[in-house]
């Protein structure tokens, strides 16, 4: 007996053809060749040169035999001689009707009392064929499975689900065929499936069962390994360090070719007085620094110019001949105040012309301050080529994050990173900044001018988390490397992305103990503490000195490192200095 099903049935006018065309009885089936299991799909523009209502159209189908194995039909149609009807029809292929070979379908129309009106002998083939498609795991760790799959012949969309319940949703598919679960758990074992879906309905489903392991003492990547970056070596030993009571040491290429670092409080590049808010030019190639290839431009007493402002800056950025930075500078609204440190709020700091006229924009207005629960406070800028030559596009991005979090209030939990961006001639132009939110089902990244609509562009859920902290592209491998930290300096965790929002796959992960020793550069002791000694001040990468294989970073804290710290100049002394060391990007 052969197997039968009544199709899905979509009907449309095409449109009048034009008298004395023949028949037209061209149907064509997707996916082909088509699984054992799914759902194959018969669509065509039929015109079988008559009127007639309540039409039932039926495929019937003959293995390579001639013997029929199954029809399905489509009922209720209508048809009027000169045009053409628009005609869908379904059908589940059987494994036990219907194994692997190649079929061919024959066509009839029957009126509603069953009356044979016309038919059309061959008209197509499709073959079934296994399903070799398989659901793969990139990785599995406590905090993260990466899931990746082929695309599915005639799907336009996938379903994930975990143990049943969807984490995507089925109203709106995704179109890609990757997907990474940031919500499991160590020593945990799910079952996920991928449903491919097309316009009538389920196409297949794709299945894996996943393990997940224990917890590492020390934390585990947010994201799954690179496929491009497969590890990172630190050259320690070839390290630099100048004593120099300075700290932060954000850095941009500017248009003249040189690097240009901010430094606080202190005396930035062999200077002679320490500054609040100063400028250091770096003008030879890669390697330790000397006064011939190093020096002060704002502040620090030997200046070229003298710092008119006070206060600290996170992030510095050259767009042409102009520079802006992410800071925090004393105003006279702010509390009485000695120039040191910095007040509680974030805003624009800007240079027009060059990177010694420096000028806040907190007057007109600021990202975040304290005692304000919302808001985005940023804290680095993404760096592209000299004079920001080089950008993918005409907008700055910046990476933060909430208010409540970056004035140290915030809900212990997941680090989480946001990412907002203003056009390149708009950086003081509050109005003009959008917040990611999200991505589209085709994995395209959602812009919004609300900025309470911002969701994180990168997630660390572990228990130790780290958020970005600062992002560089590398034009030689044409990737955004991200560095990541958490409350101490030798917490640190780096990330490659073929985008500013992603993906994220992971590059080297150093967290230290959980008595705060080694890590990162084996710079931690026991005795770092919150706001005193250790903190974290960010680790920037000197952009003009990338190559497809080295970087350079520098970084700074306070107190001091531990005796037998990595950077052999570094031990035992002040982190409030200039440390420089550089990287092997291992692909």
Not at 351 to 359: F, H, L, T
Request: contains cysteine.
């Amino acid at each position: 007996m052969d197997g039968s099903t009544t199709g899905a049935l979509l009907l449309t006018d095409l449109g009048a053809i034009p008298s004395g065309k023949a028949p037209s009885y061209s149907i064509s089936a997707t996916p082909n060749p088509v699984a054992p299991g799914q759902t194959i799909t018969f669509n065509g523009a039929l015109n079988p040169q008559l009127t007639a209502s309540g039409v039932t159209v039926t495929l019937r189908f003959f293995n390579s035999s001639g013997t029929l194995v199954g029809r399905a039909s489509a009922t209720g149609v209508n048809f009027v001689t000169g045009h053409a009807t628009a005609v869908t029809i379904s059908h589940a292929v059987l494994v036990k009707q219907m194994p692997v070979g190649t079929y061919t379908y024959n066509l009839t129309f029957h009126s509603s009392s069953n009356t044979l009106l016309k038919a059309k002998a061959d008209a197509g083939s499709f073959a079934v064929q296994k399903n070799t498609a398989k659901l793969t795991s990139i990785c599995a760790t406590a905090v993260v499975v990466g899931l990746m799959w082929p695309a599915i012949s005639g799907a336009t969309g996938y379903v994930v689900a975990r143990n049943g319940a969807n984490l995507t949703p089925a109203s709106l598919p995704i179109t890609y065929t990757a997907y990474v679960d940031q919500t499991v758990t160590a020593s945990s074992t799910y079952l996920y499936s991928v449903t491919a879906v097309n316009s009538t309905g389920n196409i297949s489903v794709l299945s894996l069962q996943v393990s997940t392991p224990a917890a590492t003492v020390n934390g585990d990547p947010a994201y799954c390994p690179s496929s491009v970056i497969k590890s990172m070596t630190w050259n320690w030993s070839a390290g630099f360090n100048q004593q120099n009571s300075s700290d932060l040491w954000a850095q941009t290429w500017g248009s003249d070719g040189n690097e240009y670092g901010f430094f606080g409080d202190g005396l930035g590049f062999f200077g002679t007085a320490k500054t609040s808010f100063g400028i250091g030019m770096l003008t030879g190639s890669a390697g330790p620094i000397t006064q011939s290839n190093a020096m002060n431009v704002y502040g620090g007493g030997n200046g070229l110019y003298p710092a008119s402002i006070t206060g600290k800056a996170t992030a510095l950025l050259a767009i042409g001949a102009d520079y802006y930075a992410i800071g925090s500078v004393w105003s006279p609204s702010d509390p009485p105040n000695n120039g040191w440190g910095a007040p509680d709020h974030v805003e624009i700091e800007f240079s027009p012309g060059n990177p010694y006229s420096w000028q806040s924009n907190y007057s007109a207005w600021s990202f975040c301050a304290a005692g304000v629960p919302s808001g985005f406070c940023p804290v680095s800028l993404l760096q592209y080529g000299p004079g920001y030559t080089g950008a993918r596009d005409n907008y700055v991005y910046l990476y933060g994050m909430p208010a409540q979090n970056f004035f140290g209030n915030g809900t212990p939990g997941p680090a989480y990173t946001y990412l907002f961006r203003v056009p390149t001639d708009e950086v003081l132009t509050q109005a003009a900044y959008q917040a990611f939110a999200g991505f589209d089902n085709t994995g395209n990244p959602i812009w919004s001018s609300t900025w309470s609509d911002m969701q994180p562009v990168f997630t660390d859920p572990g228990p130790r988390p780290m958020g970005i902290s600062g992002v560089v592209y590398n034009s030689a491998l044409g990737r955004f490397i991200a560095e990541g930290q958490s409350g101490f300096v030798n917490q640190a965790a780096f990330y490659d992305a073929p985008n500013p929002w992603g993906p994220w796959t992971s590059i080297g992960y150093y967290n230290s103990n959980p008595d705060n020793t080694g890590g990162w550069g084996n710079l931690g002791t026991a005795s770092f503490g919150f706001g005193k000694n250790g903190d974290s001040l960010g680790i920037n990468f000197i952009n003009k000195w990338s190559s497809a294989t080295t970087m350079w970073a520098v970084f700074s804290s306070d107190g001091l490192a531990s005796a037998g710290a990595s950077l052999p100049s570094l031990a035992g002394q002040s982190m409030d200095s200039f440390n420089l060391v550089s990287v092997t990007l291992n692909q």
